[in-house]
């Protein structure tokens, strides 16, 4: 059902029945909670995508959700626009200085030749593993003895093409990131006007991404990993699906491997094969 009067969509409005029926949706397939406080958010983050479709009204556009036992590719635009993708280089730069002063030089003296591997977890735009590839690199200026490599996963299709660029403006770069490994990792852009740095290939090709749903029964990672960043998404879930989560994460963690979580979030009281190392570092037992 295709209108084209743009009028329509303008004043459309999510009722509370719809964003029952959505949010208990959304949380099923995703683990975010949605309590009623997010509909006004839902409603203006899905109204972008009725005007993409020239689709009038909530009803039509839940319709062409979830008609057909499920229109897969539109429930991915859906996902997409629900998710909070806040992120930043250096962020919580504790955990960098962290990684940098204990976990690899911890590796460098252990190794037997493997590749160090790091896992960011809900990566969003790319921030965090181009983060991480820029402080081991640094690592390895200094201790070339090893290799690495970054998996970046994230729920949200959207922002991984993003993160794959590695295409960010100016202001998110200069403020967040000391100049020299602007100078060493960033690429200007040759139009000035834009004001936009891309990571350099060297670095590009150290860090690769994937979609991945915590929800998902099996996360099909054969690598087992040194380092996981969890950060900033534990938040969005109920803790029933944190512990399940993190359950599921460890699974890919070698034994005496780091897991970073946010600041403001708490493995207290999960059954999780990890010990508190600092505030928000675990070491897999
Ligand atoms: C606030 S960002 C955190 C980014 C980064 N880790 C940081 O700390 O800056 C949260 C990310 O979690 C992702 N996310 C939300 N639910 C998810 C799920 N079920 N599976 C995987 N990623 C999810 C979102 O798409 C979003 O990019």
């Given at each position: 059902?295709v209108f084209n009067d743009i009028?329509?969509?303008?004043?459309?409005?999510?009722?509370?029945?719809?964003?029952?029926?959505?949010?208990?949706?959304?949380?099923?397939?995703?683990?975010?909670?949605?309590?009623?406080?997010?509909?006004?958010?839902?409603?203006?983050?899905?109204?972008?995508?009725?005007k993409e479709l020239s689709i009038?009204?909530?009803?039509?556009?839940?319709?062409?959700?979830?008609?057909?036992?499920?229109?897969?590719?539109?429930?991915?635009?859906?996902?997409?626009?629900?998710?909070?993708?806040?992120?930043?280089?250096?962020?919580?730069?504790?955990?960098?200085?962290?990684?940098?002063?204990?976990?690899?030089?911890?590796?460098?003296?252990?190794?037997?030749?493997?590749?160090?591997?790091?896992?960011?977890?809900?990566?969003?735009?790319?921030?965090?593993?181009?983060?991480?590839?820029?402080?081991?690199?640094?690592?390895?200026?200094?201790?070339?003895?090893?290799?690495?490599?970054?998996?970046?996963?994230?729920?949200?299709?959207?922002?991984?093409?993003?993160?794959?660029?590695?295409?960010?403006?100016?202001?998110?770069?200069?403020?967040?990131?000391?100049?020299?490994?602007?100078?060493?990792?960033?690429?200007?852009?040759?139009?000035?006007?834009?004001?936009?740095?891309?990571?350099?290939?060297?670095?590009?090709?150290?860090?690769?991404?994937?979609?991945?749903?915590?929800?998902?029964?099996?996360?099909?990672?054969?690598?087992?990993?040194?380092?996981?960043?969890?950060?900033?998404?534990?938040?969005?879930?109920?803790?029933?699906?944190?512990?399940?989560?993190?359950?599921?994460?460890?699974?890919?963690?070698?034994?005496?491997?780091?897991?970073?979580?946010?600041?403001?979030?708490?493995?207290?009281g999960m059954d999780l094969p990890?010990?508190?190392?600092?505030?928000?570092?675990?070491?897999?037992?």
């Amino acid at each position: 059902m295709v209108f084209n009067d743009i009028r329509d969509i303008y004043s459309a409005e999510l009722s509370n029945e719809q964003f029952a029926r959505l949010g208990a949706f959304i949380n099923r397939e995703t683990g975010i909670k949605m309590p009623p406080d997010k509909k006004i958010m839902v409603q203006a983050r899905l109204k972008k995508r009725l005007k993409e479709l020239s689709i009038p009204s909530f009803e039509a556009y839940l319709a062409y959700v979830f008609g057909n036992n499920g229109n897969h590719s539109e429930i991915i635009h859906v996902f997409d626009a629900i998710s909070t993708n806040k992120t930043d280089f250096f962020r919580e730069p504790i955990h960098f200085s962290f990684l940098k002063d204990h976990v690899l030089p911890e590796f460098k003296e252990k190794r037997k030749g493997s590749i160090f591997k790091v896992w960011s977890a809900a990566c969003s735009s790319g921030e965090e593993p181009y983060t991480l590839a820029m402080c081991v690199n640094e690592f390895l200026g200094v201790n070339p003895s090893f290799d690495y490599s970054i998996f970046g996963t994230d729920i949200s299709t959207l922002i991984l093409k993003m993160a794959t660029n590695g295409v960010f403006t100016e202001e998110r770069v200069k403020p967040a990131v000391p100049a020299y490994l602007v100078q060493k990792y960033f690429m200007k852009n040759r139009d000035a006007i834009k004001r936009t740095f891309r990571i350099v290939p060297e670095l590009r090709a150290k860090v690769t991404f994937n979609r991945l749903n915590f929800m998902d029964e099996s996360y099909h990672i054969s690598s087992k990993f040194d380092v996981v960043f969890c950060r900033n998404v534990l938040i969005y879930f109920d803790r029933n699906i944190q512990e399940a989560v993190l359950q599921k994460i460890c699974r890919n963690l070698k034994p005496g491997g780091y897991l970073f979580h946010g600041h403001s979030e708490s493995l207290l009281g999960m059954d999780l094969p990890l010990k508190n190392v600092q505030p928000t570092i675990f070491q897999r037992i």
